[in-house]
Every structure is written in C-alpha cells, then in structure tokens.
C-alpha cells in the first residue's frame, strides 16, 4: 500500500503551503500557490480562520482560485479570541498560540492525507521538524529580504564574538562580523537594534530557531532575485546549497498568467480605489506614495511631524493611514479631517490602498515606506525610488540596502522631525530624482529579464516546480560545469550564425572533452552511443535551456541534420532502500550532488554570454590559423617602415588587432542615418569600455561628408519619394570614385554601408577591406527580397490580374501569410525596368560577397526569419533594437539623443503632460511618406469622430502634389483644439514613451515599428511603400500588436480601428506588445541574444576578414 501511494505521489505531487498569518507572507504565499497551480500542481493552502474570513471579505480570492480545480483552501483556528488585535505589538500571543494549535493538525493531515510537500513560513521550524519526523519533504518559504535572513545566519557567530548584544550606546558602530556587510551594517540597521539578553527576548529566539531549522530543509525559497541579491544568495547557499530565489513573485505570476486581469487583490484590508481617481487627475510624477504597510506604528507625534514635513515639502502625497496606525491611541477620524483642511489639492488620505495599482501608477514619483520586503520589491518593479521609515525587523536592514548597497532610495532611520522628513521629500522627488530613477529603472529591468523565460527566477521556479515532482535531486553527468560551458559556448556561436564547417545532410555530436563528431543523418541515439557505454545524447538547445537538467534522448529517437547533440556520461545513482517487507520507503533524499556556486552557475547558465567563456586549445595542439585583410595602402605603408620581413610581419599582426577603423555608409534619408549614428555611438562605447565601466564621452568618432549632386525639395527637409530614382543614381555617381579614394588613402579596416549601396560591397572587395553591410528595412521584407529570384522564375511577379487578396505562395515562411497587396512593390508591371524592384535584386545578389549583415532586430521577435536569412548569409548580426542596445550601454542615459533631420517641436510633450493616461493616439508618416489632401481629410474626420485624443505630426512636405497651407491646418483643428494638437515634427522616441500615449497610427516603418514595440505602444498599420507593407502585415497577424488598415482610407473604416485600439481591444494588444517588449529588453541586457551578437560583430571587426575566419577557431 505505502509503495502504491509513492507511486502515486511521483504522478500527482500535492502541495501544502502554510503562511505566517499576516499580510505580507500571505500575499506572497498566495501568488506561490497560484504559480503551482498554473504549473499544474496540486495545491493545499493552510490559513488561519480569522484571516480567510478577511480575505473573502475584501477580495475575490474565492473565485479566482476557483479555476484551479487542484487547489483548494484548509483552514484552522490561530487559538486567539475573535476580539483579540493580533498586531505587532501582541506578536507573541500570536506565534504562541497558533504553534499551539498548528502542531497536532500538521500531524494528523501529513499522516492522513496525500501531500508530499510542504512549504511553511520560515519562521515555523516546528513545521519543519513535523515534516522529517513523518517523511515529507519540506522547502521552507523566508518571506523575509535576503539581506536580513544572511544576518540572522550570523547570530551564533556574532553572539559568540561579543557582537551581540550590544555593549554601550553608540548605534553607529559597525558590526564587522557579517560577512559581506564588514563596512556596511551598523548597531541601528540590525534587526533588533535594542537587544539586551539573547536567551530571553522572542524574536531573537524566533530567529534562532528558524536558522537552525533550515539545513533540515530540503530546499529554501527566497523572493528575490539573482542581479539583486547575488553576493547574499551565494553566502546563504553555503547554508542551504537548494535555494531558489523565484522573485519578484508578483511579477512572475503577472508573467505567467495568459490573462493579467486574472491577477487580483490578496489583502485582508479593504482598498480604498478613489485613490486611483485621485492619483488619475495629478501630473506625471508629482505624487509621493506613503504607507507603513500592515503592521508597523507610529506615535501621535511622530505622525505630525511626518505630515508637517510632507506639507512644507510643497510635494502632493498619497497616504495610508491604516485604523490602527497610531501607537497606544484610539485612532480618530477627526484627527484626520482636522489634519487634511486646508491642503485639499495636494494630500489624499485613504485607510488602505491596492498598492501595487498605486505604485505603477504615472502619477506616483517616489514612495515613503516601512521598507516591508514585499513592499520593496513593488517599488523596484514599478520604478518607484523610496524614502525609508524602518521599524521592526527585516525593515532595518532592508532599508540600509535600499540607501547604500542598491542606492535606490533614501535611509531616514530614526531621525522623525519635519525639517529632515521635508529634506528628505525634496532630495527624492526633485534634487536627486534623475539619480535615483537611473539606480532603480536598472534593477526593475533586471527583475523583468529575472522572470521572463530563461531568466534567472524563471529557471529557478522550473527547478522548484521540477524537484517538487522528482522528490530528490538527480544530475545528468558527473563532469563539472566548467566543463560543459565551451561546448555551450560552441552552440552560441553556431545559433549566432558562425558557419562552423560541417553540411545541411551530416549533424555534429560534441563530447565534453571538446572532441566533435560528424555523422551522416539518418541516424538514432542508440547507434551513436553503442560505443560509449554509460553515455547519454543530450540536444544542445535543451542543454542552454535546462542546464545539466535537461532530459536525455530515447533510444531510437533520430537525429535531426545541422542539429548539436552533447555526448555526456550518465552517473550511477544508489539504489531505492527497501525495508526488510520489501516496501520502498517514503523517505526524500536531500542528498546534494553539486555545490552551492555550481548551482548557482547552474541557474544562470542560460543568460550566460558566450565571450564570457573560454575554450582550450585543439588537442592535437595544432595552431589554429586566422586570415585577415588589411588596406593596401597599409601594408604598403608598414612595408616601407619596416627594417625587414619580420618586423614587418609583427607589426602587421598588431596592426591587425589594435588599430581596426570602421566606415558608416548610410543611406542619405532619416531613418537609416538615424540607425547608422546609433550604430556608431555604440561602437565608440565598444572601443573604450569594459563589460562593468561605461563612464567615457564620445570621443572615437569622426564625420566627413560628400555632395550627393541631388537637388532638394523645396516642400521640405527630405527629398519626396518620387524623386528617390535621381538621389540613388547622383549619389552612386559621387560615392564610387570617393569610396576608392578614401579606403586606398586612409587607414579604414571595415565598411558598413547601407544594403542599398552593392556597389560598395564591389568595392571593398576589390581594394581589399572588409565590408559588412547594414539593411535597415524589416527582416521580414528583406526575405521577401531574398525570394525575389525564385518569385521571377516561378511567375509570380509581376502580378497577373488586379485580385490584391491572392497569396503568394513561394515565400518560404509565409505561404499561408503574405497576400499580394502585402508585396514590397505591389504595383509592379515589369521587373526588368522598375527601379525599385532592380535595386533590390542587386542589394540581395550583393550579400553574399559581404563578410556579414547587421539587423536592427532581436532573435525572438523575428527568429524564424533570420534562420532563412542566415541561409543566404550565416554572419547575420541581429542587433537591435539599437536605440535601446544603445540606452542600455549608456552609462548616462542622458547621452543619448536626437538625431533628427527635422526641428522637433518639444510642445508636444507638454501638451500630452496635460492629458490623462493612455488617452491619445500618436499619429505619424515618418519622414518619406506622403498623403493627397482627400486622405488627409477622412484621417482627420476618422479621427475626430472616433473621440479619441489625438497628436498628429504633420509635416511641411506631407501633402502629395499640393502646396502645404498652414491655413489648411488652423481650418482643421478649429472646434476641436481640446482633443488635437498638431506639430510639423515630434521628438518621437519621447513621444512613444509618455504615458498619456496609448497607440500609434503609423506608416510602419521599421525604426517607427521597434519604437513602438519597446515603448509598448499598439499600432494601426497604414503602409505607404516598399518595406512597411510586409511589416504592416507581420504587426497584424504575426505579431498581433495593432490593426493593419492597409489601402482603406475611409473615415469610417479609420474612425473603428482607433476605436478598436484604443478601447475595444486595447487590453488584447497591449498583453501582446507588453511581451515582445520585454524580450526587447533581455535581448540587448548583458547575455541577451542582440547584446551577444553586437559583442560578436565587435570582435569580428576587429579580427578583420569574416570570410577568411577558420572554421575550427571557436571564439
């Protein structure tokens, strides 16, 4: 019978999850329990009587949980009378009591019941102890911050060292027993700071006891996060080598939920949601945020001169002021009316608020805090700089880190008067704002990338969830990691394109001694191994992803061609233990088979870079050879500065690597010089920087310009489309013999022209410099083009027939996709003669004879893709999106700037200050396109009928064949200036990026598109020429991020899709853009996909020559 119920519980694992019975460790323990259910657990959650009834009361707990049909909720009684406050205060009589109550129940459900794991409150060591004594496993839950939970760790030595407790009364003595924190942690941040005796005072009891029951753990969760807290987690790991940092837990469940509206309320406190209306009518950060979360008190004093101190601050506040607030006094509703007269306008007060919606909310600058953890993690996530007021416990320690270690916020501990609290306001939400919002937008990024998928708390959570299933800890192989990675490395470099000899029919298996074996397809696993006895496959991509978790192939599963397979050793593992009545016994084996830092590299392997990682020589120790090209005229010049042919040789070879010179080419039009100048800041980043310094000015560049021989339009900055033929065919006329010249006479090593200029490619070649072109149209429209030849031979350009609709069913990708009218040149009649058709045959028969090609895009927006395109050309460096690759790198955000060809009129963003969140739409035809005044006219009607805000940029050269009147703007916008604003030109990026902005109506052109996809703003797509009517198509049905409204300008049709965008599926869009947002920000994050392959593209410059790379030189 027992060994029946161990089979069962392998197949249905059931969870019990028991919170400490107060706010905080319930909220988290509630969005735990929620993520095991999405991941398909069963799910037992514990809570107190008197704290179910609270949460029924004031949340739609019930309900929700209600879909999860393997979870449900137990409840027992925490022993206390239904009157009793269970505050602070009284903790004592709560822990008491409910231990009381709490140990017989665990026992008889354990024993009763099919649980086989529980996951307690940190503070429960009883639970612990219950658990080993019947044979469950038990991962204990610290709800804690990290920060606290090392120093607790501490307290033997520190009681041993005389530490604790303290002697004399200076609080600003350091404590240099704590390792990590020697020069950081002083008497007053210690958790409890007034300590006198050890052996009598409870929560250093509590404390004690909880250390000591963590080794007895099989696991420890910890809600945080590896780029937060990664120097504390490797210290706590030598204490509990299974610790898995799964935070911030309420941004992983929001990540993980296919629907975020399904995300609720877990307060036991009723929220006050007209201070979401309240906040709906301030300015953009003006507004301070002041709560002392669930528990902490404060004296009638110490209140007024917080609130004195806010007023005199000038600064307007939202505060939480709880019922039970003020410490040994009745709280009084008229205290609090008599307080609020008179500042009306600038403070609101509320008995409870739903934090997290305050906290995301614009209108919130900065945030005055307990410095709870959960409450901490709320702030980093949403940005939200604090002021710390720390009370009990973690707080303390919390807050330390917040001022000095994260430096996100301001430590105010024990110093309450009105003039420092009005110092304090002012330093956050004006003199050190800039400062402190450039601290904490790095950690909220990084607590993005820790969730999303192969980030470190996502992986940690998959472990979590997969040992939970397994019951112990198994491993694939008995080598270390260290001996994995050059073989992971070796697999980053192939995904990123390298071409590392081998062909499409044959597959590469790699041992870990570094050894690659080359074998025809097709060919099973069972016929690989045979020979190597006690080895398994393992599929390389499973390998980045599960580390050395991921799960061996069958036996007669096949091998897939160019495919990368691992051939590892399989350990032998102990045998079950049977009982002498030959039952396998219930027992979890917490044996651990790898360190504390191997784990840890185990849970980052997947973010790790590939430049991070070494690979030995080759073992025949062979010297690997590396061609490169230099100039002419540069091996000419140290020729003759050479007294012989070796010093001639040495001085080539460090010529080669210290000195690479690249040449930017853009094509003369906004939008690819603007991608070309962000691609060249990028590379004088790269010339002076380490991976951890970035503080240097832009000094590495320099401009030279050239005549194009094109006269301008006269209605505008840009030349009109029409006349592209003649700036093309003037400019090629001008670059070529200037191309020669310069890359003869001057010391360039690497040419980066535009993918429309293949002559430049001929001409690279032909003087001996490396060339890498740069296609700034879509990725998706580039493949279209690569198809071009094949579409020709099979008849399906031009067009027969005026049906738009029929599919073009010989692009590899998109046979069910793209229609006709979806085709870069959907009008075109002959092939042979029409410019832009000629121009992109010869921009894609000129690739091949590149060394590489540079994409402003991202591995998991466009991945299918650039695996078809990297059959054309395998260097594809998918970069982008550079303008945030570019902000990312920058140490001083401020830096970066516009590099616009049009004055911007920056009254747009002061109109849009003045509008409410999400209200308008940003209206914009980039720099080229252009409109007849009937389409001008059902836009505007369409626009002003729909009642949506709108900021329209329109510029001086917008209107085709016709004279632009600004008379013919002031005739438009009368009766409706209220809900329309019109500019000539928009600092667009900032534009995009302010909250009053909730969707674009754009041409879809590709910086536009990336722009909008980081900014996480939907698109109506209405697309004018060539690249923007494939990528119009791709943000409609690919991508599912906007409406593609493509050749239907009726105001009508307009009037519905800005309704449809802006209100009727605006959640649906936003869901989708908000995700490929976020992959936007991992992939140029250090290890993200586009920060790796612009690492790559910077190291194969400088090694000079792609083409000539050996293909056995594994970087």
Avoid at 96 to 125: K, M
Avoid at 280 to 293: K, L
Avoid at 853 to 880: E, K
Avoid at 908 to 935: H, R
Wanted: aromatic share 8%; hydrophobic share 40%.
């Amino acid at each position: 019978m027992e060994h029946h119920n161990t089979i069962e519980a392998k197949m249905c694992p059931h969870v019990l999850l028991f919170p400490l019975p107060i706010q905080s460790p319930i909220n988290s323990m509630l969005q735990l329990a929620e993520l095991f259910c999405l991941a398909g657990l069963q799910v037992t959650f514990l809570n107190t009587n008197h704290n179910q009834q609270l949460l029924y009361r004031h949340t739609n707990v019930e309900s929700r949980f209600r879909q999860y049909p393997k979870f449900q909720f137990r409840t027992i009684s925490d022993g206390l009378p239904d009157d009793h406050p269970r505050s602070f205060p009284m903790f004592e009589d709560l822990i008491n009591s409910l231990q009381a109550v709490a140990e017989p129940f665990l026992r008889d459900i354990l024993t009763e019941s099919g649980v086989t794991c529980v996951i307690p409150d940190g503070l429960f060591y009883y639970a612990v102890d219950i658990c080993n004594e019947v044979g469950v496993s038990v991962i204990s839950f610290d709800t804690i911050s990290p920060c606290c939970l090392w120093v607790y760790l501490c307290f033997p030595k520190l009681i041993q060292t005389g530490d604790i407790p303290f002697k004399g009364n200076d609080l600003d003595m350091l404590i240099e027993n704590v390792p990590g924190m020697e020069d950081l942690l002083r008497r007053r941040d210690f958790p409890f700071y007034r300590l006198t005796n050890c052996a009598t005072d409870l929560y250093c009891q509590l404390a004690l006891k909880e250390i000591q029951s963590i080794p007895r753990s099989h696991g420890l969760i910890l809600n945080t996060f590896e780029d937060l807290d990664g120097p504390l987690l490797s210290h706590i790991r030598s204490h509990c080598p299974q610790t898995y940092a799964v935070g911030p837990l309420h941004l992983q469940l929001k990540t993980r939920l296919a629907d975020k509206r399904m995300s609720s309320s877990n307060s036991l406190w009723e929220e006050d949601h007209s201070s979401i209306q309240w906040l709906d009518a301030q300015p953009i950060e003006s507004v301070i945020y002041v709560s002392f979360g669930s528990l902490a008190t404060l004296t009638k004093e110490e209140m007024l001169e917080f609130w004195h101190g806010l007023v005199n601050s000038g600064i307007r506040f939202l505060w939480v002021m709880r019922s039970d607030l003020l410490r040994e006094e009745e709280f009084s509703h008229q205290f609090v009316k008599e307080l609020a007269a008179g500042c009306k306008e600038r403070a609101y007060i509320v008995s409870w608020a739903p934090q997290e919606k305050v906290l995301s909310h614009p209108a919130i600058g900065g945030f005055l805090t307990h410095s709870g953890w959960n409450s901490t993690m709320e702030s980093i996530v949403e940005r939200k700089p604090m002021i710390c007021w720390a009370v009990y416990v973690d707080q303390r320690v919390t807050s330390r880190f917040v001022g000095e270690v994260w430096k996100i916020g301001l430590d105010m501990k024990d110093i309450c008067d009105r003039d420092n609290i009005k110092k304090v306001v002012k330093d956050l939400m004006v003199t050190n704002k800039e400062k402190l919002k450039k601290s904490v937008d790095k950690l909220s990024m990084l607590a993005e990338i820790s969730v999303g998928e192969g980030g470190s708390s996502y992986n940690a959570f998959e472990y979590l969830v997969d040992d939970i299933k397994n019951g112990y800890y198994k491993l694939i192989h008995t080598g270390t990691l260290d001996e994995i990675k050059p073989a992971l490395a070796w697999v980053e470099l192939n995904r990123m394109g390298n071409n590392i000899g081998g062909n499409t029919k044959k597959t590469k298996v790699m041992k870990i001694n570094g050894e690659i074996l080359k074998l025809k397809t097709p060919i099973t696993t069972s016929e690989v191994v045979k020979d190597y006895p006690g080895h398994v496959l393992l599929e390389s991509e499973a390998v980045k992803k599960f580390g050395i978790r991921a799960k061996p192939l069958e036996a007669e599963q096949e091998l897939k061609p160019s495919k990368i397979y691992f051939l590892v050793e399989l350990p032998l593992f102990p045998k079950e233990e049977i009982t002498s009545n030959n039952k396998v016994t219930r027992r979890v084996k917490s044996d651990v088979h790898m360190n504390a830092q191997d784990r840890l590299e185990c849970l980052m392997l997947s973010r790790r870079s590939a430049s991070d990682l070494s690979i030995s020589k080759p073992s025949n120790g062979a010297v690997v050879q590396l061609k490169m090209k230099l100039p002419r005229s540069v091996v000419q010049k140290l020729i003759e500065e050479s007294r012989d042919e070796t010093e001639h040789h040495n001085t080539v070879e460090e010529a080669k690597i210290m000195c690479p010179h690249v040449l930017l080419f853009p094509l003369p039009i906004q939008s690819p010089i603007n991608s070309m100048l962000q691609l060249a800041e990028l590379f004088c980043l790269a010339a002076s920087l380490s991976s951890h310094q970035r503080r240097i000015k832009i000094q590495a560049i320099s401009q030279i310009s050239i005549p194009d021989n094109f006269r301008w339009s006269s209605q505008g900055s840009s030349p009109v489309v029409s006349m592209f033929e003649d700036l093309i065919n003037s400019l090629q006329a001008v670059a070529e013999p200037f191309l020669r010249d310069i890359l003869t006479e001057s010391g360039v090593t690497c040419v980066i022209p535009d993918g429309l200029f293949y002559y430049a490619v001929d001409i690279c070649n032909e003087v001996g410099v490396s060339v890498i072109s740069f296609d700034t149209i879509s990725p998706c429209c580039l493949w279209v083009y690569l198809c071009f030849p094949k579409l020709i031979q099979s008849g399906d350009i031009p067009f027969e027939g005026n049906d738009l609709d029929v599919l073009i069913e010989n692009v590899p990708g998109m046979e069910d996709l793209l229609r006709r009218r979806d085709f870069p040149f959907y009008r075109v009649t002959n092939c042979a003669t029409d410019l832009y058709c000629q121009l992109a045959l010869k921009e894609i028969q000129s690739i091949p004879r590149s060394h590489g090609l540079i994409l402003n895009t991202f591995d998991d927006l466009d991945g299918p893709l650039l695996s078809l395109i990297r059959s054309h050309c395998p260097q594809t460096y998918a970069v982008g999106p550079l303008h945030l690759q570019l902000k990312t790198r920058l140490a001083d955000k401020t830096m970066s700037s516009s590099n616009s060809l049009w004055e911007e009129d920056h009254s747009s963003i002061q109109w849009l200050d003045a509008q409410p969140i999400e209200s308008v739409i940003y209206v914009s035809f980039g720099s080229l396109a252009t409109l007849t005044k009937k389409e001008i006219l059902e836009f505007w009607h369409g626009l002003v009928n729909s009642g949506i805000r709108f900021l329209w940029v329109m510029r001086s050269d917008l209107l085709r064949e016709e004279k632009f009147s600004h008379q013919f703007v002031k005739e438009l916008t009368d009766g409706c200036e209220e809900r329309a604003y019109i500019v000539s030109w928009a600092p667009q990026e900032k534009v995009l990026s302010h909250p009053a902005i909730g969707g674009f109506l754009t041409h879809s052109g590709w910086n536009s598109t990336m722009e909008s996809i980081v900014e996480k703003k939907p698109m109506i797509c209405w697309a004018v020429y060539v690249d923007q009517r494939v990528t119009s198509r791709f943000v409609g049905e690919v991508w599912k991020i906007g409406l593609d409204m493509k050749d239907i300008c009726d105001r009508d049709s307009i009037k519905k899709m800005v309704k449809d965008l802006m209100v009727t599926n605006k959640d649906k869009l936003k869901k989708s853009v908000d995700k490929l947002s976020m992959l936007a920000k991992i992939s140029v994050g250090e290890g993200g996909s586009s920060y790796n392959a612009f690492e790559c593209l910077v190291d194969d410059i400088k090694k000079l020559g792609r083409k000539d790379i050996n293909p056995n030189c594994i970087r």
